[in-house]
């Protein structure tokens, strides 16, 4: 059997998030303070407390779910679970997978996601841009969409989540002219994502400008582990290419579909999201249905998890 573990990105977050895990982990709570003490935020207070708001601002909501997904993993090492063939992360998951990876060091990826979550939402006032879903269409259809109502403005299908779902990004007004044309193409449903920021489009590239500054000022190593990156869906070892590829990250497409597929084509037969929610866990089943997808946020489902690796 070959074991991948993905990591998931915004959207996953929610107000008591882990506790559960917490009570049985203490570990759980040191890596949240790790990461308080990185970004000069209590984040185990604001995901256990809220308000749900202030979690969900960019620049708080990236390095909470950074802190989740690590400590989650951690979990699973001191239970003494199998380590895994590959890692992926879904956008700002990219970097819990390097963390996890030994790629970046945990307190550099913390300062340095918030520092992204702060460019990010600086680059684009919100209200300016938009993203949306469009589910039970091709990918051709979507692109085919926002050729015909981009005019000047910027709109792209920017993440490739699973056959049939697409998510799109630029300027709002462009995002909602697509959106009535994706019904009148026959979507099965088209709807604005509860978003502040149009991530993975053009709109971002003064955002990776800055990126890739504050990148250039912490350690790279090659990972431990290997990392399938979005912007490619593929892995690699230098740390100028790891630097690079984040920086493209936030302004190109997410390839989840392609990056699902390649660990598959490599035999994972079994991939973990690791960290709050089940988002990945249901596009990796649409992906590849010879793969079993599994959540891991609970001491339920690490047992489940750990006994199907021990079955394998």
């Known amino acids: 059997m070959a074991l991948a573990f993905v990591f998931p990105g915004q959207g996953s977050q929610s107000v008591g998030m882990l506790q ?25 207070a604001l995901v256990q407390q809220g308000p749900v708001e202030e979690l969900n601002r960019t620049e708080r909501t990236q390095p909470a779910m950074l802190a989740a997904g690590v400590a989650t993993w951690r979990v699973w090492q001191e239970e003494g679970g199998a380590e895994p063939s590959f890692l992926a992360g879904h956008s700002l998951g990219e970097y819990t997978a390097l963390t996890c990876a030994g790629s970046i060091a945990f307190a550099d990826a913390a300062s340095v996601v918030a520092a992204r979550g702060r460019f990010m939402q600086e680059a684009v006032p919100e209200g300016v841009g938009a993203m949306a879903a469009m589910l039970g269409l091709s990918d051709e259809q979507v692109r085919e969409i926002c050729d015909r109502v981009r005019g000047d403005e910027v709109l792209a299908a920017v993440n490739y989540n699973s056959p ?75 740390a100028e290419q790891i630097r690079a590829v984040l920086r493209g990250q936030l302004y190109m497409p997410v390839l989840w579909v392609d990056s699902v597929r390649f660990m598959a084509d490599e035999g994972v037969t079994t991939i973990v999201e690791c960290g709050p929610g089940k988002v990945l866990t249901g596009l990796c089943k649409r992906i590849s249905r010879e793969v079993t997808s599994l959540p891991l946020f609970d001491g339920a489902s690490l047992e489940k998890v750990l006994a199907r690796v021990e079955e394998e």
């Open 20 to 44: 559960e895990l917490a009570g049985a982990y203490p570990l759980v709570k040191d890596t949240f303070d790790e990461a308080s003490q990185a970004v000069g935020v209590d984040l185990w």
């Open 164 to 238: 049939g779902q697409v998510v799109v990004a630029g300027h709002r007004q462009a995002v909602e002219r697509a959106l009535a044309l994706a019904e009148e193409a026959g979507a099965r449903k088209s709807v604005l994502l509860p978003v502040s920021v149009p991530s993975h489009c053009s709109l971002m590239e003064p955002a990776a400008e800055r990126l890739a500054e504050r990148l250039a000022e912490i350690a790279v190593s090659a990972p431990l582990i290997p990392v399938i990156h979005n912007a490619d869906a593929a892995p690699h070892v230098e």
